[in-house]
Structures are given as structure tokens and as C-alpha cells.
């Protein structure tokens, strides 16, 4: 069994070890320009961009030919034989509706302004990515961390098994917590094995959340930084400020009252002109129609449809209004919370850096020279060092709880 954990070791450092080191940042930055979904947002910000070019077109002339008020009948068409004139015209005609100009204006900008909730919504999804590479990253570090732990505890479990064994058969030592240590060793090396699987699990979800090769092998820094967010203002101004979310809802406000400002505009007059062109046939002479034309959409029995889609549209505002002050309630209800429990872990974890564990390595120490000078037993040595490998796992599980509330801290204030 040693032997394979061995090989398997020994298989994955050779694999790991001309590894590329890749930073948070570098992570970062490759997520925004290979992300599918980023791109997506991207072509339908241009998409939107594109059709608001044409929204102060015109509506296309109509144009058309014919016969007019011609009888059915051939022999009236022809002239008489007195040489009356005949019936029936030939007609060429066009018309152009002259669209309203405050309706073209509002069209324009209401469709100029439908990418900019698109784009706040790509930063959304950027957030949420960014928020879920830095979990990954500190979780494998963390990882890393635990491992190197392990495998310093490891060989001081080895070395107090060899002593015993060296004392049994001097008749010196007792077997009793022996086989306790030997088991222990047995699970150190099963973590191991549960570690480097973890290791590559990370990895892959890293090169998922990056677009690439989920078997691109690499490797991360294992240096991190706390930050201090005790002076970080959590009022509903600067989470309305700092959240693309919000700032969406805020784009959505502001189309709900440009897509108001197109529905009052289609209760303004329309203007056109028509033209129709006759050409008599049989000694008819040429003649001609000019026409104006205007619609009239402020009727009594039209006007109830734009004045419908006003009113749903100021209803949906305040409705966006309530959804965002709910969204800010509970984001800043989140972050005072968190930025509570951030303080109080950074404490415990000065609590076990500065007390704790220098005090249990201070006492594996102690237990050790006792037990190489034969005033302490196997077993106390043994606890001593099984106190200290918990206490140093536990503190590398609170610096990893410190860091993913650090992460969620993050994105509750979009701090990429």
C-alpha cells in the first residue's frame, strides 16, 4: 500500500512540477476575453447598437399602376364614330407617409438605450464567474497548504514509529500506542490521496470557468491577502453604486420611461402626401389627384390603446422601483452580516497563529525531548502531535472560511 501511494505521489509531482504558476489575475483576465457567455452579451450589445441605427428611418414610398374608372366593356374605351372621346385612364400613383419627428427622436433613443441593460448584465455574469475562479483559486491553495502540512506531520509520525519499534526491540518501549500511530500514518496517506484528487477536481473547474482544455495542466501561487473592509461603507448609495445588478434595474427604469416617451408620441399626428398621375385613354386628357393625408391616432376609439400601454408601462416602473429597493435591502442586510463574521474570524485566526499553536508545537517539542530521553511515553507523545496536526488543519479550514467570506464580501461589493 505504501508503495503505491508512493508511486502515485511521486507520478503527480513529476506531473506538477514544470507546471505553469498562474496567477489570480492572469485567471481573471483570461475569463473575460474567452468566456462564451461574456461574448454572447457582447454580440447582442452590438446587435442592439446595430437595429438603433435604422430607427429614424422613414416608411418606405408606396408606389403603383393601373387602370382607372376603365369599363369593363372594350367598345367604350375606343373613340366614337363621331369621334367622341373614349373612357378610361391609365394611372400611375405615389405615396409617402412624412413620419413625426418627436416619434422618430423617441424611437431612436429608446433602442439606443437597450443595450446599456445588456451590458450591465454581461458585468453581472462577469462577477458571478470572477466570484466562482476566486473560490476555486483559494480553495486549491488552501489545498496545497493542508498537504504540505500533512506531509511535514507525516514524517513525524514516521520517525516516532521508527523509535518505537527501535525501542520494542531493545525491550525498552511498550506497543500500545504503536499501532495507534501506524493507523494514523494509514490516514494521513489517505488524505493525501483525497487531497490530490481534490487538486485536480479544482483544476479542471479552473479551466472550465477559463473557456480551455479541461486537462491543460498548471499550477497556482499559494501567497493570499486579507483585506480590510472595516471601513467600507454599506448604506444603500454605495451598493447602488458599486452593483451591476442594481445598475440594471436602474437601465430598465430609464427604458421603461424612454418606451413611454415612443407610446406618447404615437398619439401625435402623422402626415403624408399622395400623388396619382392619369393617363387618358381614347382622348381622355391627362390629369392628376395631390393629396394630403393625416392620421389621426389621438381618436376616441384609437387613443385607448396608447393610453393603455402608457399606464402598464408606469406600473412596471414601480415595480422596478420595489424590486430594487428590496434587492439593496437585502444585499446591504448580507453585507453587514458577513463584514461581522469577517472580523470575528480574522480574530480567531490571530488567536490560533499567535496563542495556540506555537503553544501545541512548544508542547510536541517538549514531549518529544522527554520521550528521546525516556521521561515520556509513546502515547504522550503521540497526543501531543495528533493535538498539534488537528489544530494546524483546523486552522488552514478557518483561513480557508476567512477567504471565502472574503470572496462572497467581493461580490456583494463587485470588487473584481
Not at 16 to 39: D, G
Amino acid at each position: 500500500m505504501n508503495l503505491k501511494i508512493f508511486i502515485i505521489n511521486l507520478l503527480f509531482i513529476a506531473g506538477t512540477a514544470n507546471a505553469q504558476v498562474v496567477s489570480l489575475e492572469n485567471i481573471k483576465e483570461t475569463i473575460l476575453s474567452n468566456h462564451p457567455t461574456l461574448k454572447m452579451y457582447d454580440a447582442d450589445v452590438r446587435s442592439m447598437d446595430e437595429a438603433a441605427k435604422g430607427a429614424k428611418s422613414w416608411m418606405p414610398p408606396e408606389v403603383g399602376a393601373g387602370f382607372f374608372m376603365t369599363p369593363y366593356n372594350p367598345k367604350y374605351i375606343k373613340r366614337g364614330e363621331m369621334g367622341e372621346m373614349g373612357m378610361g385612364q391609365f394611372m400611375i400613383a405615389a405615396q409617402q407617409m412624412l413620419p413625426n419627428k418627436s416619434k422618430l427622436e423617441a424611437e431612436f433613443q429608446y433602442m439606443k438605450s437597450m443595450s446599456s441593460v445588456e451590458k450591465e448584465k454581461k458585468n453581472v455574469v462577469l462577477n458571478d464567474l470572477i466570484t466562482e475562479a476566486k473560490k476555486n483559486y483559494y480553495e486549491w491553495m488552501i489545498i496545497k497548504k493542508k498537504s504540505k502540512v500533512l506531509s511535514q506531520n507525516e514524517k513525524l509520525l514516521a520517525f516516532m514509529i521508527q523509535n518505537a519499534e527501535l525501542l520494542y526491540k531493545n525491550n525498552m518501549g511498550k506497543l500500545s500506542a504503536y499501532y495507534k500511530a501506524k493507523a494514523a500514518l494509514g490516514n494521513l496517506q489517505s488524505m493525501q490521496l483525497m487531497l490530490d484528487n481534490d487538486i485536480q477536481q479544482k483544476r479542471i473547474s479552473l479551466n472550465t470557468v477559463m473557456n480551455r482544455d479541461k486537462n491543460t495542466v498548471f499550477d497556482i501561487d499559494t501567497t493570499y491577502f486579507i483585506k480590510d473592509f472595516a471601513n467600507f461603507q454599506l448604506d444603500s448609495t454605495e451598493i447602488g453604486n458599486v452593483r451591476s445588478d442594481i445598475k440594471a434595474i436602474d437601465r430598465e427604469i430609464n427604458l421603461t420611461e424612454l418606451k413611454q416617451n415612443v407610446e406618447q408620441s404615437k398619439l401625435k399626428p402623422e402626415y403624408g402626401v399622395r400623388f396619382e398621375n392619369m393617363i387618358g385613354l381614347a382622348g381622355q386628357p391627362l390629369q392628376f389627384t395631390a393629396m394630403a393625408m393625416v392620421k389621426i391616432p389621438f381618436a376616441r376609439w384609437s387613443a385607448p390603446m396608447y393610453k393603455a400601454n402608457i399606464e402598464s408601462l408606469r406600473w412596471k416602473k414601480e415595480a422596478l422601483g420595489f424590486q430594487k429597493q428590496m434587492v439593496i435591502n437585502e444585499l446591504t442586510g448580507m453585507a453587514a452580516a458577513m463584514r461581522t463574521e469577517f472580523e470575528v474570524k480574522k480574530r480567531q485566526i490571530k488567536l490560533l497563529e499567535d496563542n495556540i499553536i506555537p503553544a501545541l508545537t512548544n508542547n510536541y517539542k517538549t514531549m518529544q525531548l522527554g520521550y528521546q530521553q525516556n521521561t515520556e511515553e509513546l502515547f504522550m507523545l503521540f497526543d501531543a502531535w495528533e493535538t498539534l496536526n488537528m489544530t494546524q488543519i483546523e486552522y488552514l479550514n478557518q483561513v480557508q472560511q476567512l477567504l471565502l467570506i472574503q470572496v462572497a464580501f467581493e461580490r456583494i461589493l463587485e470588487i473584481k
